[in-house]
């Protein structure tokens, strides 16, 4: 091991799961007009130039 690696200190460990402090809580309208928005962004992606 090289002596600058030695005197590193290791990265912070990210938790499992989704973003911390983030919930999302749907009813089934909620949940449906998201699934509208997803779609859309993925269609206008799906047609975007490259």
């Known amino acids: 091991m090289a002596e600058?690696?030695?005197?590193?200190d290791a990265l912070p460990q990210r938790p499992?799961?989704?973003?911390p402090?983030?919930?999302?809580?749907?009813?089934?309208?909620?949940?449906?007009?998201?699934?509208?928005k997803v779609a859309e962004v993925n269609r206008r992606s799906?047609?975007?130039p490259r």
């Open 21 to 36: 402090g983030f919930v999302l809580c749907l009813d089934d309208a909620g949940h449906e007009l998201l699934s509208k």
């Open 16 to 19: 499992r799961g989704g973003h």
């Open 4 to 8: 600058h690696e030695k005197t590193k």
């Open 46 to 48: 799906e047609n975007r």
